[in-house]
């Protein structure tokens, strides 16, 4: 079984699932982003910290005690679910030892359904509703993404659909409605969204990388954020901020 490629963890409340979580960030990502947060994640690096499933498993025992308001085990990127073999393998140790688990994915792995029996809560992005614009600006389509989605608001277990909202990509106001369009033919119940405003945390490690930042004005104001949320409440959709 080879091991996880991991480039950072840590703990961190309440962002990557509930509660106190021990975070993994795993290396690699098939999506390029241009507003990434993480670009030290983009790349299978052979220089990342390379751990065992087991000793993941002995790692979240010995800190299960500060696992507090529902905390556990989150596994992000990078993309995790790229380390298929070896991440199936941790959550079902994590799983079977009654760890709380999760994943924050950008939705695209066409396997990522299997991962659904052993997860505790699922994190996906859904960036944009327009299959062109996804792959003109993150290099991959959002088909698959939809289609997850759809098989995880099915499934039962939490699921929070997250967007990035980023001026001149998807923040528009007609993309209310191009986005609601797609909720619309999903099953609701075991679904929050959430809206992210655009923030610029990566572009220094951008540049500390030697990769331009591409990304200009793309802030939204809380009025613009605002705008979502009341459209997206007014369809019955659950809001969450974390």
């Known amino acids: 079984m080879p091991p996880l490629k991991i480039i950072k963890k840590g703990f961190n409340y309440s962002q990557d699932g509930p509660g106190n979580r021990l ?12 507003w990434c947060a993480n670009p ?13 499933p087991e000793e993941i498993l002995r790692q979240a025992l010995s800190a299960k005690a500060v696992f507090i308001d529902s905390g556990g085990v989150t596994f992000t990127g990078g993309e995790p679910t790229l380390q298929y073999d070896a991440l ?9 030892n009654d760890i709380n ?5 950008n939705g695209t792995h066409e396997h990522l359904p299997d991962f659904l ?4 809560l699922l994190i996906i992005d859904f960036k944009h509703y327009d299959d062109r614009n996804h792959k003109t600006v993150t290099g991959g389509s959002n088909t698959p993404v939809i289609e997850n989605i759809r098989i995880a608001s099915k499934y039962g277990i939490p699921v929070w659909v997250r967007t990035p909202l980023i001026d001149g990509f998807n923040a528009a106001d007609e993309d209310i409605t ?5 909720y619309k033919t999903l099953d609701l119940k075991n ?5 992210l405003p655009y923030h610029e945390y990566g572009r220094d490690k ?6 331009d930042y591409l990304v200009t004005n793309g802030a939204v104001d809380s009025e613009k954020i605002k705008m979502f949320e009341d459209a997206y409440k007014k369809a019955g959709l659950n809001i969450i901020r974390t």
Not at 23 to 34: A, D, F, M, Q, T
Not at 40 to 48: C, G, M, N, Q
Request: proline share 3%.
């Open 206 to 211: 951008w540049l500390k990388l030697g990769m």
């Open 191 to 195: 679904l929050s969204f959430e809206l």
């Open 40 to 52: 030290e994640a983009l790349f299978d690096d052979e220089a990342a910290e390379q751990v065992s």
């Open 178 to 182: 191009g986005f609601l369009d797609v």
């Open 23 to 34: 975070v993994y960030h795993l290396s690699g990502c098939n999506l390029r982003c241009p």
């Open 117 to 120: 029996p052993l997860l505790s």
């Open 88 to 96: 199936l393998k941790t959550l079902t140790l994590l799983h079977d």
């Open 101 to 105: 688990t999760a994943i924050e994915t």
